[in-house]
């Protein structure tokens, strides 16, 4: 196995204990998790935090929901459609905020990317590229109705995408479903 695909499968693994544990995970725990020996961690990685580093690199990433909202199909209704791009986005952000929460309760917030050296292009920002093309596939759901739709489709995936970030969780209008219908028909009742 490649040092990559065995950094890979490391995280992949530990993924669910720095949800749990944050930065108290043992590296007994990551051990265990992974099924390899302690010292296999260090030869994959420089020390702990560049692990947890990774970690939360890996909960950030939008392949999943992307993959998830590609696979949603375009010929159901609008309403289908939406409710399962809620539930996979909702899956992503619960994922970020269980990592993310769990490393800052441990004290520590992920630490910067380096700066890029002079005269180099810095890296893109992967939470905007990440926002951007959860958007664009958004839109595809959008795009068969939008001959029906009250503005663009990408106006409109921009503006379910954003209500997704801020749903309040744990409200009475937290549930997808209700969401979605307050989202395609309004917050009134019809008369």
Do not use: W
């Not at 939008?62 to 199909?73: F, M, Q, R, T, Y």
């Not at 990408?154 to 209500?163: K, P, R, S, V």
């Not at 744990?170 to 009742?189: P, Y």
């Amino acid at each position: 196995m490649s040092t990559e695909d065995r950094r890979r499968m490391i995280v992949t693994a530990v993924l669910p204990l720095v949800a749990e544990h944050g930065t108290a995970v043992t590296t007994s725990q990551i051990a265990r998790a992974a099924g390899i020996g302690e010292g296999t961690i260090f030869r994959a990685f420089k020390d702990k935090e560049e692990l947890i580093d990774e970690c939360i690199a890996e909960a950030l990433r939008s392949d999943s929901v992307l993959e998830v909202l590609a696979d949603i199909p375009l010929d159901q209704p609008l309403d289908r459609k939406l409710v399962e791009a809620a539930g996979a986005m909702s899956a992503y952000l619960d994922r970020i905020g269980a990592v993310l929460g769990a490393v800052a309760a441990g004290g520590r917030l992920r630490r910067k990317p380096p700066e890029a050296p002079e005269g180099e292009q810095p890296q893109g920002d992967p939470r905007r590229e990440s926002f951007v093309a959860m958007n664009e596939a958004v839109a595809e759901l959008f795009d068969p109705e939008r001959d029906r739709l009250r503005g663009s489709a990408e106006d409109l995936a921009a503006m379910f995408t954003a209500l997704q970030f801020t749903r309040a969780r744990g409200s009475g209008l937290s549930s997808v479903d209700t969401m979605v219908d307050l989202f395609l028909h309004g917050a009134v009742e019809a008369g």
